[in-house]
């Protein structure tokens, strides 16, 4: 399973151990998506497997006025917070195109499991540290 949090601004306060110079910055990736692939990733990622929920928000890494719940959610292969269909739905932010291709080979939302498949898929998480990022291509 590999963590969707392709920019330094994620990186390097979720893993200070990770360089976060090896990913771009999020305003480099502002305004990629037209509006119907923003539309369709965002309904991808918000239809995802909730793993956890937190009380306290975090903050919109582009606008620090806005506040974000902080949520986690997989598909079983990625896992990303709400802060990613966050910047996709309100700054058509591009992603990694390893994750584009993935998504566009998807039939049905990210969570298209039954009960059965998800509690394994959730109980697969349990105390589990992942450290496997998706990034951006040089050419990306």
């Not at 998506?33 to 965002?42: H, K, P, R």
């Not at 598909?75 to 990613?84: E, H």
Request: net charge positive; proline share 4%.
């Amino acid at each position: 399973m590999k963590k969707l949090a392709p920019f330094s601004e994620m990186v390097g306060t979720s893993n200070p151990v990770i360089n976060s110079k090896e990913f771009p910055s999020v305003k480099t990736k502002v305004n990629k998506l037209s509006n119907i692939d923003a539309d369709t990733v965002y309904k991808y990622l918000i239809n995802g497997i909730e793993v956890i929920e937190f009380l306290s928000p975090d903050l919109d890494i582009i606008d620090s006025k806005i506040t974000v719940r902080t949520k986690v959610f997989t598909d079983g292969c990625y896992l990303w917070t709400m802060m990613i269909p966050h910047l996709v739905k309100n700054y058509k932010v591009s992603l990694p195109e390893e994750f584009m291709h993935y998504l566009r080979k998807q039939n049905t939302y990210a969570n298209q499991y039954d009960n059965g498949r998800i509690k394994q898929i959730l109980d697969s998480l349990k105390g589990k540290k992942i450290d496997s990022y998706v990034k951006f291509s040089d050419d990306e």
